[in-house]
């Protein structure tokens, strides 16, 4: 008897421990149940009749018929923008890993972007060459920097009256920009958990076993981004990591059904961005982040045959921090080409400071990827993939899919990373734009250029070239196409500090 009544105690101790262990859903609400009841409809209403007009149903196998538009594989060069309530100074984690400790609340209430001006950012990012912008509108912390319906935690209802969204959508189109947001509010039931939750195991030590996301906090979060796609008509919608969790999938699945449609309905091809094995491959664009330490170990994008996008960092930090310094713009220009080559598109990241300014360092860098595209953008957008991605030392993002560090020692998941890298002269990138070939010399020569591949006898291309021109220089070159290499002279004046491009024409 004894025995059985001290099983019966531990199996009432372990029941109440798993109850205590289950994550309390902080996610912030309306207090009245009625607006709230109201305004969930009213996105369940648009999400289910988008995906029973549209062609895409909620399937992985519907959703495989998905075609990247061109619009974004010819752009390949965006901007990823995270501000908010992050950049203040206030005790605890920002991303709220501390357990939900931060006080994200004060926080939120003392943060007021008063000189963010999206005309200037959109027209400082347009003469920069972006091409699109990817604004972070709600961060783990669930602060919404657009109107939500949903949460009295937005810049609409707190201190800044503003909503910074829609700032930002009218003023990026209004310069010829694509428009696109992200939402990082997935990760929130593990980061603000209370009692506070592990992170999620990465992705190769497989799906995990519970606690996941219950449904009232799945529904939410549901309703919250498809008011983001109803109200702003995002072309970009970028996810973080926590999509990958099982729980996620039918979300997943009834999300990107519902986007592809509504989108079809207002003749704007989209984008939808994901990382790790979160949605199977033709389904959406993948994302692979730098900086992300192990994490982004598991599998690297080379010479892709699907197109993709590397989100890099202009600095140390995705936030604004008080001794922040941009890497050089020479090295993230270099990036940018190694990307492009292998089929993908480079985003990088900037920060703009509590105030919503960008800086004088941070603008300086942005002018200077500006002067660099003034130049060579015709070797960057429009391009596709060549025969080969390069040819050179140095690797950059590895093509053999083994690993997502550069075969370079001082390479972006490197925890030492400073933003240099030990590219050669003799590291080339090549793209091709009809049937133009762009062959761009990494580092400034100081001799003679030689590329192996475009040898007579090349087992690449042996094509015969006809003409060679430098972008951005009106002077002749000189050049001879060998039986092991062309070799091209080092011109006498670089119309550029980095990455020569060559445009190259073969015999038709």
């Given at each position: 008897m004894a025995r059985k009544i001290t099983f019966v105690l531990l199996g009432l101790f372990l029941s109440f421990r798993l109850l205590q262990a289950q994550p309390k859903q902080i996610l912030p609400y309306w207090n009245c149940p009625e607006e709230k009841s109201k305004n969930a409809q009213k996105m369940d209403d648009a999400m289910n009749q988008a995906?029973?007009?549209?062609?895409?149903?909620?399937?992985?196998?519907?959703?495989k018929s998905y075609k990247v538009p061109d619009w974004y594989r010819d752009a390949k060069f965006g901007i990823f923008m995270h501000w908010?309530?992050?950049?203040?100074?206030?005790?605890?984690?920002?991303?709220?890993?501390?357990?939900?400790?931060?006080d994200y609340k004060s926080r939120a209430n003392a943060f007021k972007g008063g000189k963010f001006d999206a005309g200037n950012w959109s027209k400082l990012l347009a003469k920069a060459g972006v091409k699109y912008i990817l604004q972070v509108i709600e961060h783990h912390d669930a602060y919404a920097l657009y109107n939500s319906s949903f949460t009295p935690l937005s810049a609409v209802k707190m201190a800044p009256r503003r909503d910074f969204a829609l700032e930002m959508s009218k003023a990026a189109r209004k310069e010829g920009l694509f428009y696109g947001v992200s939402s990082h509010t997935e990760e929130h039931w593990w980061f603000y958990a209370n009692p506070p939750q592990k992170t999620p195991p990465a992705p190769q030590a497989g799906r995990p076993a519970p606690p996941q996301p219950d449904k009232e906090f799945l529904d939410t979060w549901q309703r919250r981004i498809t008011e983001m796609v109803e109200k702003y008509k995002p072309q970009i919608f970028y996810f973080d990591w926590c999509i990958e969790q099982?729980?996620?999938?039918?979300?997943?699945?009834?999300?990107?059904?519902?986007?592809?449609?509504?989108?079809?309905?207002?003749?704007?091809?989209v984008v939808l961005n994901y990382k790790y094995n979160a949605l199977p491959q033709g389904t959406a664009v993948k994302a692979i982040s730098v900086y992300s330490g192990q994490r982004a170990a598991w599998e690297t994008q080379g010479a892709s045959p699907l197109p993709w996008?590397?989100?890099?960092?202009?600095?140390?930090?995705?936030?604004?921090?008080?001794?922040?310094?941009?890497?050089?713009?020479g090295n993230l220009i270099c990036d940018m080409v190694d990307v492009v080559s292998k089929n993908g598109n480079y985003v990088m990241n900037i920060t703009?400071?509590?105030?919503?300014?960008?800086?004088?360092?941070?603008?300086?860098?942005?002018?200077?990827?500006?002067?660099?595209?003034?130049?060579?953008?015709?070797?960057?957008?429009?391009?596709?993939?060549?025969t080969i991605f390069g040819e050179g030392p140095n690797h950059g993002m590895n093509p053999t899919f083994s690993g997502v560090a550069a075969q370079n020692p001082l390479s972006p998941n490197n925890p030492n990373y400073s933003g240099q890298n030990n590219y050669t002269s003799q590291d080339i990138r090549f793209v091709k734009k009809g049937d133009v070939l762009y062959a761009m010399v990494i580092a400034i020569p100081t001799s003679d250029i030689r590329i192996t591949s475009l040898g007579k006898s090349s087992q690449v291309s042996g094509k015969k070239i006809t003409s060679i021109a430098l972008l951005g220089s009106s002077e002749p070159l000189k050049w001879k196409q060998e039986n092991d290499a062309l070799v091209i002279e080092k011109p006498s004046m670089m119309p550029c500090n980095f990455v020569l491009a060559f445009k190259i024409g073969f015999v038709k």
């Amino acid at each position: 008897m004894a025995r059985k009544i001290t099983f019966v105690l531990l199996g009432l101790f372990l029941s109440f421990r798993l109850l205590q262990a289950q994550p309390k859903q902080i996610l912030p609400y309306w207090n009245c149940p009625e607006e709230k009841s109201k305004n969930a409809q009213k996105m369940d209403d648009a999400m289910n009749q988008a995906i029973a007009k549209g062609s895409f149903k909620p399937s992985w196998e519907s959703l495989k018929s998905y075609k990247v538009p061109d619009w974004y594989r010819d752009a390949k060069f965006g901007i990823f923008m995270h501000w908010g309530p992050e950049t203040l100074n206030f005790p605890g984690k920002a991303d709220g890993s501390d357990g939900g400790k931060t006080d994200y609340k004060s926080r939120a209430n003392a943060f007021k972007g008063g000189k963010f001006d999206a005309g200037n950012w959109s027209k400082l990012l347009a003469k920069a060459g972006v091409k699109y912008i990817l604004q972070v509108i709600e961060h783990h912390d669930a602060y919404a920097l657009y109107n939500s319906s949903f949460t009295p935690l937005s810049a609409v209802k707190m201190a800044p009256r503003r909503d910074f969204a829609l700032e930002m959508s009218k003023a990026a189109r209004k310069e010829g920009l694509f428009y696109g947001v992200s939402s990082h509010t997935e990760e929130h039931w593990w980061f603000y958990a209370n009692p506070p939750q592990k992170t999620p195991p990465a992705p190769q030590a497989g799906r995990p076993a519970p606690p996941q996301p219950d449904k009232e906090f799945l529904d939410t979060w549901q309703r919250r981004i498809t008011e983001m796609v109803e109200k702003y008509k995002p072309q970009i919608f970028y996810f973080d990591w926590c999509i990958e969790q099982p729980a996620y999938e039918p979300y997943m699945q009834r999300f990107a059904s519902y986007y592809y449609n509504r989108s079809a309905e207002w003749k704007r091809e989209v984008v939808l961005n994901y990382k790790y094995n979160a949605l199977p491959q033709g389904t959406a664009v993948k994302a692979i982040s730098v900086y992300s330490g192990q994490r982004a170990a598991w599998e690297t994008q080379g010479a892709s045959p699907l197109p993709w996008q590397f989100d890099g960092m202009s600095s140390t930090a995705w936030f604004w921090k008080p001794n922040i310094r941009p890497y050089p713009a020479g090295n993230l220009i270099c990036d940018m080409v190694d990307v492009v080559s292998k089929n993908g598109n480079y985003v990088m990241n900037i920060t703009p400071d509590p105030d919503g300014l960008p800086g004088p360092e941070q603008e300086k860098l942005l002018q200077e990827i500006g002067q660099w595209m003034s130049v060579n953008g015709e070797a960057i957008y429009g391009t596709r993939p060549w025969t080969i991605f390069g040819e050179g030392p140095n690797h950059g993002m590895n093509p053999t899919f083994s690993g997502v560090a550069a075969q370079n020692p001082l390479s972006p998941n490197n925890p030492n990373y400073s933003g240099q890298n030990n590219y050669t002269s003799q590291d080339i990138r090549f793209v091709k734009k009809g049937d133009v070939l762009y062959a761009m010399v990494i580092a400034i020569p100081t001799s003679d250029i030689r590329i192996t591949s475009l040898g007579k006898s090349s087992q690449v291309s042996g094509k015969k070239i006809t003409s060679i021109a430098l972008l951005g220089s009106s002077e002749p070159l000189k050049w001879k196409q060998e039986n092991d290499a062309l070799v091209i002279e080092k011109p006498s004046m670089m119309p550029c500090n980095f990455v020569l491009a060559f445009k190259i024409g073969f015999v038709k």
